[in-house]
């Protein structure tokens, strides 16, 4: 029987494992992946990390992100949304669960898109769960800190952001009801916190969501944001959701391959620092293929270097990790520049053939 994150009935302190040990997990050179010992000793640091098998989400260590739009598709923008086909979702939800052995996945909204996803597996009794996501719009303007919004969002489209939010709660709440054996979770808003997006919402509303969404539902409530600001700004918030969901990219902050997974383990210890009791879950984590930002430090063989160390590690400390993700999307980031990192975060190209790392996890055995 598999485990699964309870919703939060009152405060626990997290288990602390008092083993006196050094990590070894040395700086390897550029292509060459850390080598987990099965035996090894944890550092203190890993310690302080290292969680309970029952705080897996739903049993799984290792999970992925969907997003099924390919080449010509997009979620609405304004203009109404190009979905993918019922065909197209079975054929991404076959390549996910039966060829590359994902059990969980992580989507992002409440919309018909999504809903044909929870519906599919239904349908066809699929061995994968889902983390639904309730997407939020913007309710404040952050014009001033987020670098792509050159003027203030009118106050009419905030106020009737505020409304549509509102409804996808409701809608959100009404799927995690009828989806029950599907949604294990459901999850929040994304990245709405931050002062650098687009979608900002404050953090007394988003409380007060979780709030309403945890009274509606019987799975876990969780918010995903960046480590950072959990770790800065989360204290309140994480009073209120079952677990704490962070994104971990190293990339965008700087780091090469050989710092990918040691940077990648001081977020999740900045966060266990100042949350010691909470439940993390990392909601995303990745490394691009390919991007006209980063050079070859994005390139297939450090994107199979970051993801195959890290979701070893994470198995490890028993945190579940949500892999971004798992197909490449045409759609995101800047339409004149189509070998930006936005683009080629997937394990598969958005023909649907595999990269490097899909390959080598194949081969290995690593996801299943």
Not at 46 to 60: A, M, P, R, S, V
Not at 209 to 230: F, G, L, R
Not at 235 to 263: A, C, K, M, T
Request: charged share 25%; hydrophobic share 40%.
């Amino acid at each position: 029987m598999k485990l699964i994150i309870a919703k939060k009935r009152k405060k626990t302190m997290n288990s602390i494992f008092a083993i006196v040990i050094f990590f070894l997990a040395s700086s390897c050179a550029e292509n060459t992946k850390i080598k987990f010992n099965n035996m090894r000793e944890l550092s203190h640091h890993e310690q302080l990390i290292k969680q309970q098998n029952e705080d897996l989400l739903n049993g799984y260590s290792k999970a992925i992100c969907y997003s099924g739009f390919r080449s010509g598709q997009h979620p609405d923008r304004g203009d109404g949304a190009k979905n993918p086909s019922y065909e197209e979702i079975l054929e991404d939800l076959r390549i996910i669960s039966d060829v590359a052995g994902f059990k969980m996945i992580r989507i992002y909204d409440c919309s018909l898109n999504s809903e044909m996803i929870l519906s599919i597996i239904k349908e066809y009794k699929m061995d994968i769960k889902v983390m639904l996501g309730i997407w939020l719009r913007a309710e404040l303007s952050n014009h001033h800190t987020c670098s792509w919004l050159n003027s203030p969002i009118p106050d009419d489209e905030l106020a009737n952001n505020k409304k549509l939010n509102l409804e996808e709660i409701q809608s959100g709440i009404k799927l995690a009801n009828f989806y029950k054996d599907e949604v294990i979770a459901v999850n929040i808003g994304n990245e709405a916190l931050v002062d650098w997006n687009d979608h900002k919402v404050d953090n007394d509303t988003i409380i007060s969501y979780v709030k309403m969404v945890s009274a509606s539902i019987d799975q876990p409530v969780t918010v995903a944001e960046n480590y950072k600001w959990w770790a800065d700004h989360g204290y309140e918030l994480s009073q209120v959701v079952d677990f704490v969901s962070i994104h971990l990219y190293p990339i965008w902050e700087g780091r090469n391959i050989n710092q990918g997974l040691s940077y990648s383990i001081d977020n999740v210890l900045e966060v266990r620092n100042k949350l010691p009791d909470a439940k993390i879950v990392v909601a995303e984590a990745g490394w691009p293929s390919v991007s006209s930002e980063f050079g070859d430090i994005a390139s297939e063989s450090n994107q199979d270097r970051y993801c195959e160390e890290l979701m070893t590690w994470c198995k490890e400390m028993n945190i579940t990790i949500f892999c971004f993700e798992a197909f490449d999307e045409d759609w995101k980031g800047n339409p004149n520049d189509m070998m930006g990192a936005e683009k080629h975060w997937g394990l598969y190209n958005v023909d649907r053939t595999p990269k490097l790392v899909m390959r080598q996890f194949q081969e290995q055995n690593i996801v299943k």
